[in-house]
Every structure is written in C-alpha cells, then in structure tokens.
Nanobody, 121 residues
Framework: QVQLVESGGGSVLPGESLRLSCTAS????????MGWYRQAPGNQRELVAI???????RYADSVKGRFTISRDSAKSTVYLQMNSLRPEDTAVYYC???????????????WGQGTQVTVSS
C-alpha cells in the first residue's frame, strides 16, 4: 500500500501565505504524478495543481500566479506554496499521487487525509 502524509494547513488572514507538504511512502516503484486538490463545503473536489515526473506543472486558473507546486523526487514529497491567499481559497486540501507500485504494471491513485486551509479576516 501507499500512504500520504500532509502537513502545513492552518488559518491565515487574506493576503498571507501558507506552504503545504505531502510525503508518499510505501510500496512505490515510481511516482508518476503528485498534486493537490481541494474541496470547499458544498462544492465538488477540484484540481488545484499537479506536477508530473517530467516536472511539468499544471494549475487551476483561479490559482495561477499565486500558487507554486514543486516536488522533491528523492524525498517523494510535493509542496504547494500558496501566496496572496483569498477567502475563496478556504477548503480542505487533499494531496494526490499516481504511482506504479512494486511488482505491478498498473498505475494506482492515492489520496491524503486532507488538511484544512482557512483564509478569513
């Protein structure tokens, strides 16, 4: 199995910054992609940012220019630097990874437990 451990959520004022981290561990042969989704109350889970093994990143339009995703492949860790936070960024943020597990030829998707980000004055 694969486990994802997230950290870095919290409560901040509008305009402030937060950095989320997520580390994958377990029966991993190769990590294909890592990223972050979020879900606000009453809304569907949506993609925030994702980065592939080729280091190419993709962002939701709503966070472009404010959020930066990066990964440390040696540590199986993905980061999300969130600047200029807005109240509409308030949500539970979920780490996501797609991996090739050891002894298999299929890709598997895994989710973290979620970390709350609250932006409010």
């Amino acid at each position: 199995q694969v486990q994802l451990v997230e950290s870095g959520g919290g409560s901040v004022l509008p305009g402030e910054s937060l950095r989320l981290s997520c580390t994958a561990s377990g029966s991993i042969f190769r990590i294909n992609a890592m990223g972050w989704y979020r879900q606000a109350p009453g809304n569907q889970r949506e993609l925030v940012a994702i980065i592939g093994s080729d280091e190419i990143a993709r962002y939701a339009d709503s966070v472009k220019g404010r959020f930066t995703i990066s990964r440390d492949s040696a540590k199986s860790t993905v980061y999300l630097q969130m600047n200029s936070l807005r109240p509409e960024d308030t949500a539970v943020y979920y780490c996501y990874t797609q991996v090739l597990r050891r002894g298999t030829t299929s890709l598997y998707n895994y989710w973290g437990q979620g970390t709350q980000v609250t932006v409010s004055s």
